[in-house]
C-alpha cells in the first residue's frame, strides 16, 4: 500500500515574499505533470520558511542582519532532516553550507549555460558585487547590469520590460534576481534560475514510505 511520497523539500524563501511564493506554485504545479501527481499523497513534505532576511532592493546591506537571519532559517530546516533544501534567492548564496542537500540558483544553472560564451546577467547589487556567477561560469563572459530600480517597481506590484535594456534578441540573459521570475518575458534565450531549479527537483523518483 503507497503510504504516501519519501521526497521532501525545504523552501528558504521571503526574498522575496512573491518570489519564493511563486516558486513554491510553480514547483508543486511541474511535479504534478512530471510525476502525475492525483493525490495529495503523490506530491513531497514541502516545509517552507518565508521570512524577512533583512534584504533591501540593493540585495545585502548588513551582511550580519543577513547571515544571522539566514542561519537561523538554515539550522531550522536542517532539523527536519529533509531530502533537498531549495534556495530561492541569489543574494544569500555566500551564507549556504557546502551541502549537497542545498540547491540554489547559480548551481542549477550548470546545463543550461555549459555551451554559452557570452550572456547578460540582470542582479542586485550584492550579487553582481559578490560575482557568484562569474565565478562559478568563468568562461561567459559577462555583461553585469543593476536592477535595483526594476527590484523595487517589481516588488511594489510592479512589471518591467527587457526591452529598456537594450539587449540584442538574440543574447542569453540570465535572471540573476527571483522577483524576475514572477514576470513572464516571452523572449528566446532566457535562462531562469529558479525553472531550473524546478526542474532539477522535479527530476527526483520519489519512493514510498
Known amino acids: 500500500m503507497n503510504s504516501g511520497c519519501s521526497y521532501s523539500v525545504g523552501i ?4 522575496g515574499a512573491i518570489a519564493s511564493a511563486r516558486f513554491h506554485l510553480d514547483f508543486v504545479k511541474t511535479w504534478a505533470k512530471t ?12 516545509k517552507h520558511i518565508s521570512q524577512h532576511l533583512h534584504l533591501t532592493k540593493r540585495g545585502v546591506t548588513d551582511e550580519d542582519l543577513t547571515e544571522a537571519a539566514v542561519t537561523s532559517v538554515i539550522t531550522s530546516l536542517l ?8 534556495v530561492v534567492c541569489n543574494s544569500i548564496t555566500r551564507f549556504i553550507p557546502n551541502d549537497s542537500r542545498f540547491l540554489t540558483p547559480v548551481q542549477a544553472c550548470q546545463n543550461s549555460l ?45 512589471t518591467i520590460s527587457l526591452e529598456s535594456f537594450s539587449i540584442p534578441e538574440d543574447d542569453t540573459i540570465v535572471l540573476g534576481c527571483t522577483e524576475l521570475s514572477t514576470i513572464n518575458f516571452n523572449r528566446p534565450n532566457l535562462v531562469s534560475p529558479t525553472e531550473e531549479m524546478i526542474k ?5 523518483e520519489p519512493s514510498s514510505r
Open 12 to 15: 528558504i524563501g521571503g526574498a
Open 35 to 46: 510525476h502525475n501527481a492525483k493525490t495529495d499523497d503523490d506530491f513531497p513534505t514541502i
Open 79 to 86: 532539523g527536519e532532516n529533509l531530502t533537498r533544501i531549495a
Open 114 to 158: 555549459k555551451q554559452v560564451k557570452q550572456a547578460w546577467l540582470l542582479a542586485s547589487d550584492s550579487t553582481l558585487q559578490d560575482k557568484i556567477y562569474q565565478t562559478a561560469y568563468p568562461h561567459i563572459a559577462w555583461n553585469p547590469v543593476s536592477i535595483t530600480l526594476e527590484i523595487q517597481q517589481i516588488m511594489a506590484g510592479g
Open 200 to 204: 532539477i527537483l522535479c527530476q527526483h
